[in-house]
């Protein structure tokens, strides 16, 4: 199933090139009080609210994804998980070119270990992206996002896929400069989920997939999960080690060779194999 939230958080189900809008299904969420949970009910609860989201699906308003306002398919992730240099040849890049490492050592995902985004920094794929630093490169980077069903800790690798609730393509967009990433990658619109959510059971295996982010029909980005250093079942285990993990997390798997500046104007064209394409645009502030 592909699960998406538009327009005014309406609830919908993708089918082809069209949304079948499914919003009444919210209406059986549980009802919570002060002090909210930290995690996405939505995604807590899918697995149950699935039949009646089937049933809607049958026979609810259908409208085209092209007239619609794609917003990042999980509303409230608790938090926003980032895998650096786990590509090998983006590590290699890394290195080698001064305008992405800014004089610092570049160090392996061993030895740095994941990062966090901030939750401010979400946007959908409608909402675009902005870049507002024009003394800065701002670089675009694709990656595969898995989204977190279940609260889990040290979680083994054995078992780690049974945790995601699904997959969706993400932008971890950057800042160049010597700052920590949590900081260069955290600033609005700099974290891109979309455009829609496909649960686990439809997507498959992520061990190997392929994906391409384009410019202007100029290959950009293109590569295989199977390059991973940290696999998505090595990427959950080793999260999961430090931070209990919540339904609706996020995990962005980390970006592979390829990287380059944005400029406002351009449109990123994001396409991950199982999920189906996004374009993203850069703004001006």
Not at 27 to 56: G, K, M, N, T
Not at 172 to 184: A, C, N, Y
Not at 233 to 245: D, H
Request: hydrophobic share 40%.
């Amino acid at each position: 199933m592909r699960i998406c939230r538009f327009d005014d958080n309406k609830l919908g189900v993708v089918e082809g090139d069209e949304i079948v809008d499914v919003t009444p299904a919210l209406e059986s969420l549980p009802q919570h009080s002060w002090p909210y949970p930290r995690y996405d009910v939505l995604i807590a609860h899918l697995s149950d609210l699935r039949p009646r989201i089937e049933q809607l699906a049958k026979g609810g308003p259908r409208l085209k994804v092209a007239d619609v306002k794609l917003l990042s398919p999980v509303a409230d992730p608790g938090k926003i998980i980032a895998a650096p240099v786990n590509y090998k040849l983006h590590l290699d890049e890394s290195r080698a070119d001064a305008g992405i490492h800014f004089g610092s050592k570049v160090k392996t995902i061993e030895e740095c270990g994941v990062f966090l985004k901030s939750n401010s920094s979400l946007v959908g794929a409608s909402e675009g992206v902005v870049s507002e630093r024009r003394d800065r490169r701002t670089d675009h980077e694709i990656e595969l996002g898995l989204v977190i069903g279940k609260r889990g800790k040290n979680i083994s690798e054995a078992d780690a896929l049974d945790y995601v609730a699904g997959y969706t393509i993400a932008l971890d967009m950057t800042i160049r400069g010597p700052e920590e990433r949590s900081l260069r990658k955290s600033r609005d619109t700099f974290s891109v989920l979309g455009p829609w959510l496909v649960t686990a059971d439809e997507f498959g295996d992520p061990a190997n997939v392929d994906f391409e982010l384009k410019i202007a029909g100029a290959s950009k980005q293109k590569a295989n999960t199977r390059d991973l250093i940290f696999d998505c079942r090595k990427l959950i285990a080793y999260a999961s080690e430090a931070y209990t993990l919540e339904p609706g997390d996020v995990i962005m798997t980390g970006t592979p060779e390829g990287v380059a500046p944005v400029e406002p104007g351009d449109v990123m064209d994001c396409w991950i194999d199982r999920i189906g394409r996004m374009q993203v645009a850069v703004r001006a502030a």
